[in-house]
């Protein structure tokens, strides 16, 4: 293995006492680092193609939010929410003395983005939001809510890549059976018994809100990026993050633009060659 595909597991505590997760990908370069936070039902994963391909230009930290991957589950499922998930990451930035960073939010890491850039404006080096803003689709909220928290298993990964496909082939519509288990390896693991289960904890369905619409509170947290450079990543088939909402975002920020992902949905997995030339374009600007 080459030394840019090597990362370093790192493990800190929350306020409230969970032991949680991240992914190091550590640089010499002094630029800044980015700081990688993934969707509701998502993990380190769905970044891990991202440390090879920067190939140590510079630092990458991916964050297992509580509750997914290696981060423990939250005792109150109340907790799952993004001022926790805030909480978490500026704790961990303290301990790896990262004073200010690039942040990539998938989905609800882009809220999280947000949010964050609301309260700790100065921690923000620059944003990319893929396929998120503040305003989501109903119709890409009711599909979210109709899997998250359901407790599905498998006995082999080709039956959760076919399981996979049944239900999300609109999103991923160019996807081979081969890819389809790539992506399920994103997102279940095999437990102790050699069962493919769910890599998170079904309780983040709890505090899930379906309703979709806009947000007052993150139209004016996007705020807080409107002297930042912000990628904005839009699936072309996204039933979540609209042209009209994308369109309106840019009209907040004033170092903005907009990349779209051809024939895919909600979210692209930034493996795209259109997404990583957007990403490498966006990074030269920001240097």
């Keep these: 293995m080459s030394n840019e595909n090597i990362y370093r597991n790192v493990y800190w505590q929350s306020d409230d006492g969970l032991k949680l997760h991240c992914r190091d990908y550590s ?17 380190v994963r769905d970044f891990a193609h991202l440390g090879p391909y920067l190939n140590g230009k510079r630092r990458i930290v991916m964050i297992n939010l509580r509750g ?17 998930y805030v909480a978490d990451i500026i704790k961990l930035m303290n301990e790896l003395d990262i004073p200010k960073a690039i942040f990539l939010g998938t989905s609800l890491g882009g809220i999280v983005t947000m949010v964050l850039a609301a309260s700790h404006p100065a921690r923000v080096a620059g944003a990319m939001l893929n396929d998120i803003g503040p305003e989501v689709d109903p119709k890409g ?34 996807y081979s059976l081969n890819d389809w288990i790539a ?40 705020e807080a990026l409107k002297n930042s450079p912000t990628l ?8 979540l993050f609209s042209d009209e909402t994308a369109a309106k975002m ?10 779209i992902i051809p024939n895919v949905g909600h979210a692209p997995t930034l493996e795209e ?11 030269k600007r920001v240097d």
């Design 27 to 43: 640089s010499e370069s002094d630029k800044a680092p980015i700081i990688c936070i993934p969707g509701l039902t998502r993990n």
């Design 250 to 259: 840019l009209e907040v920020l004033d170092d903005g633009e907009l990349a």
């Design 68 to 84: 997914r991957g290696e981060s423990e589950y939250a005792k109150d499922s109340k907790t799952y929410h993004p001022k926790a």
């Design 183 to 222: 992506f399920s390896k994103k997102l279940y693991r095999m437990n102790s018994s050699g069962r493919i289960k769910l890599d998170y904890d079904l309780k983040i369905a709890e505090p899930f809100d379906s309703k979709g619409g806009g947000s007052a509170a993150l139209w004016k947290a996007l």
């Design 273 to 283: 060659p259109v997404a990583l030339e957007a990403i490498s374009s966006f990074l």
């Design 232 to 239: 904005l990543l839009r699936g072309e088939l996204s039933d």
């Design 141 to 174: 909220l009711e599909r979210i809510g109709n899997y998250v928290g359901q407790g599905r298993s498998f006995e082999t990964w080709a039956h959760a890549a076919r399981d996979m496909a049944s239900t999300s082939n609109d999103i991923f519509p160019d």
